[in-house]
């Protein structure tokens, strides 16, 4: 499948997997959220009955291969990497997840987990629903239209979300006061319903990622989302419940997935906290400095968290 032909089926299986019956028309006036239960379940006090076994190692890390229970009871298979250091002080922790396609695997997302280790931080990237070790054997499924349609595997996502983070929170080495997410692309857009229900994330990068797919958010539906909640699966119902932790947004000139009213979306209703950076490039981040990129977004993990050092 080319990345054309990938964009195109990302669109318009993006547009029916976020349906919605909002009203139509925009309004940059953003509401202040009440408290209200989460969309997606949790299962804080489940047994997550973890295991977990050496993968690899090198100069400055070495990396776990773990699983616990997921939120509908199956086995969520994770990598864990941990910095090499003398000292047992907690240490910062994120949860990195990935976009569509990818896995705990996928180079990019190794490449960024070792590039936060070497800055001290504990990583953890799980496969998430339908990827990795998870990924149906069903030949006759098409795994890409399968993880984007129907809000019930959305929301099974930012489940296992939460539990990824249950499972990180059991660990005496990660400092539970200091928890970030940074997901890219589909794990934008997924995790920013996630994080704007769990207060245990501090701060979260947001990295190419959208909303308001369907362009049915506005002023009056803000109000409405205010008091009464949603069920919508799009992020732009929930994003403004982030503020005022402090949220990033990386987007792109030239995404060929995410559209910049989507993305522009996010943006204007997020509130109080949020921080956008445009960068000249496509969705892949072709011809710049991606580890450049990724060093900024740490540096901005880092001042949210409070790391002693931060530049």
């Given amino acids: 499948m080319t990345v054309r032909t990938l964009g195109n089926l990302l669109s318009l299986v993006i547009l029916l997997a976020f ?32 295991k977990e076994e050496d993968k690899d190692q090198a100069d400055k890390y070495k990396r ?4 616990f229970n997921g939120i509908k009871g199956d086995r969520v298979p994770a990598y864990l990497y941990l910095p090499k250091r003398k000292d047992a002080t907690p240490l910062p922790a994120v949860l990195l997840q990935y976009g569509i396609g990818g896995n705990k695997n996928t180079d990019y997302i190794v490449a960024i987990g070792k590039q936060f280790t070497e800055r001290g931080f504990i990583v953890l990237t799980i496969d998430a629903p339908n990827t990795g070790e998870r990924r149906t054997k069903d030949k006759k499924s098409n795994a890409i239209i399968d993880m984007i349609l129907g809000g019930d595997q959305i929301l099974q996502y930012c489940g296992d979300y939460s539990r990824a ?25 997924t995790g920013v319903t996630y994080v704007a229900y769990d207060e245990r994330i501090k701060c979260m990068g947001c990295m190419v990622g959208g909303g ?23 992020p732009v119902y929930h994003v403004a419940r982030i503020a005022p932790r402090p949220l990033l947004f990386v987007n792109v000139t030239k995404d060929q997935l995410i559209m910049k009213p989507w993305a522009e979306s996010l943006h204007k209703f997020a ?25 900024s977004v740490i ?9 002693k050092g931060a530049k």
């Fill in 165 to 189: 983070v249950d499972f990180l929170l059991t660990r005496k080495d990660v400092d539970k006061d200091r928890i970030g997410y940074v997901g890219i692309s589909w794990g934008a857009i």
């Fill in 271 to 295: 509130g109080a906290g949020s921080k956008v950076v445009w960068h000249e490039t496509d969705h892949y981040f072709k011809g710049v400095d991606r580890a450049e990129i990724c060093g």
């Fill in 64 to 67: 776990l291969r773990v699983e």
């Fill in 212 to 234: 308001n797919f369907l362009g049915g958010f506005n002023a009056k539906t803000a109000e409405k989302v205010r008091t009464e909640g949603s069920k919508s699966t799009d």
């Fill in 299 to 307: 540096d901005f993990m880092e001042k949210s968290l409070q790391v």
């Fill in 19 to 50: 349906s919605t019956t909002a009203t139509s028309g925009q309004d940059k006036k953003a509401v202040e959220p009440k408290k209200s239960a989460a969309p997606y379940a949790t299962a804080h006090a489940a047994p997550l009955e973890p």
